[in-house]
């Protein structure tokens, strides 16, 4: 028995189970029940010592805080009405052509995910979009619904703060604002502009539909107001943060904090209901995959990826990037783009990875999992907000589209980063 606790297959075995149950749910279990359950296996078996899962939790601290923050600050926004006012501004604006709202929504929802990350775009605007199709009485109104799936990832390496996969890949390494804005203003660009195109032509006939042009624009309440004032200083605070080279979790678990308190002040009752209704699940979901992840670093899987970077680097340089980036897709969309990005940041950290690979890496990561359904976790809250309207997207139709649409972005995002790392 001790044989066999001892090598590396349980493990792999329990990591792979969880990882598994974190992207089909199966008997409709959270996300977290399986990464928790895997984590406590790992340690009840004794594969795991508890003091180094502790210590692996500990890890995510910084991402803990920051989910907190931006969860919060979401969860004001979407109660007060901000992102369903933004959503019918945009169709007001849209004036009846189907094209224009086409292209308004998907500037909004980059937006979201530059400045709130890509789970907000799933979770937030999402219901706003299905909201603004039933209003416009757009009889086809899953191009505007592929626009908040396919945004939230293209869009999510603009900023430090725009994916939390970020902070998981850079962890305690992340570069300054600067030097972030240096490697990855050029393909974030490349990568936004690219999957614009190509979900605008894959969706060309749908968007010949006629739209309903009369909309009434909800009124803004004052604290909806307020909340958009403070998402804007929130985005002020975390992008002073990055510039300082200063951890982001903190700062935006501060500005969250102080946000909610404001709104409440500002409506004269505690608002525990915004509360309640957070996805808190997500952080237990995230301290399980770091200690999978820990589980994993001991069968020495993290460690070959290490050696296999290094060797990459120093014998196929012109080549690395690509090839680290495409691996690192697949893998994302095979078990979800977090464990990924986890393992994938383990493996450059000891590698002490060069600069273009890690940028190509992150991209893999970040932008990779449009490819399906299954390849991120925003993606995946994106499916549900659809199937609570009873709009169904099959894993295959959507990844048909997410190769055709996924595919030009990837290749552009990362030539870019290979020609600016060429001598």
Sequence with gaps: MNVFLSSPVPIWAIAGISTVGVITRPFRLPEAVWAVCGALALCGLGMLPWSDATRAVGKGLDVYLFLTGMMVASELARKEGLFDYLAALAAKRAAGSAKRLFFLMYCVGALVTVFMSNDATAVVLTP???????????????????????????????????NPANLVIFQDR???????????????????????????????????????????????????????????????????????DLPLGLPTFCAGVVLFL?????????????????SWAVLPLVGGLFVLVEGLRRTGVIAGLAEFASAASATIPAHAGWISGAIVAVASNLINNLPAGLIAGSALAAAHAPTPLASAVLIGVDLGPNFSVTGSLATILWLTALRRDGIEVTAWSFLKLGVAVTLPAMAAALASIAIAAAP
């Design 128 to 162: 706003a979009v299905l909201a603004v199709a039933h209003v416009v009485k757009a009889e086809k109104p899953l191009p505007y619904l592929y626009i908040c799936a396919f945004i939230a990832n293209a869009a999510s390496f603009v900023l430090p703060v725009s």
């Design 174 to 244: 992340m570069p300054t604002l600067l030097s972030w804005l240096g490697r990855f203003a050029v393909p974030s660009v490349l990568s936004i502009v690219a999957t614009y195109l190509a979900l605008r032509f894959t969706q060309r006939q749908a968007l010949t539909q006629e739209i309903e042009s009369n909309i009434d624009v909800p009124t803004l309440s004052a604290a909806g107001k307020a909340t958009g004032l403070g998402i804007g200083v929130m985005a002020i605070v975390m992008l002073g943060a990055s510039a300082f």
């Design 262 to 278: 404001a709104i409440c002040l500002l409506k004269g009752r505690f608002l525990g209901a915004h509360l309640a209704e957070i």
